[in-house]
Structure formats: C-alpha cells, structure tokens
C-alpha cells in the first residue's frame, strides 16, 4: 500500500508498506465500533518493504536502470508519513 511519498533534488522516493485490506476490521470501522487502522493489517507473506526510487531527471531514465524495481529495505521499516528527505 502506498500512502505517502518525499522527494529530494534528483529523486522521487516511493514508500510500499507491507499492509493489506482487512476486511472485517474495515466493517467494523464502518459500523464506527472501531478506528479506522482497523481496517489495516500487517500482511506477513511479504518479507520485505519496497522503497522506489524514481528520478527527477531525464538522464537517469536513459540510464538503462530499469526504475520499476525497488529497492528492498528489512520488513521491520514501516512508515505512514514521510517527514523529510534528503540526497
């Protein structure tokens, strides 16, 4: 899931968590019975979390790197919302 985003000068930085739809937690954030993150679950079959590095410039895209791949940072990193961001 991706819910936030930075970027620097030369890069856009794209955060995939490793979170899923859960589906009884969203009806019962629906019924206001509970918050909202109940509708969010940490989704184990991943093992890692990708962080996108996309670039600002169009030399990089000539680059030959192919920028759909992230990289694949340890499951333990788990961010909502990007504070700052620097090269």
């Known amino acids: ?15 995939g968590n490793r979170i899923r ?4 937690g ?7 019975t509970h918050p909202m993150i109940a509708a969010l679950a940490l989704d184990p079959g991943k093992r890692t979390t990708p962080v996108y590095l996309l670039p600002r410039s169009t030399e990089a895209v000539a680059s030959g ?8 940072a340890p499951s333990q990193m788990w961010s909502l919302h ?6």
């Open 65 to 72: 790197r192919d920028w759909t791949v992230p990289v694949e």
């Open 21 to 24: 739809l859960d589906i009884p």
């Open 82 to 87: 990007v504070g700052n961001a620097f090269e």
């Open 1 to 15: 899931m991706i819910h936030d985003w930075a970027f620097t000068d030369s890069h856009y930085v794209v955060l």
């Open 26 to 32: 969203s009806m019962l954030a629906m019924t206001r």
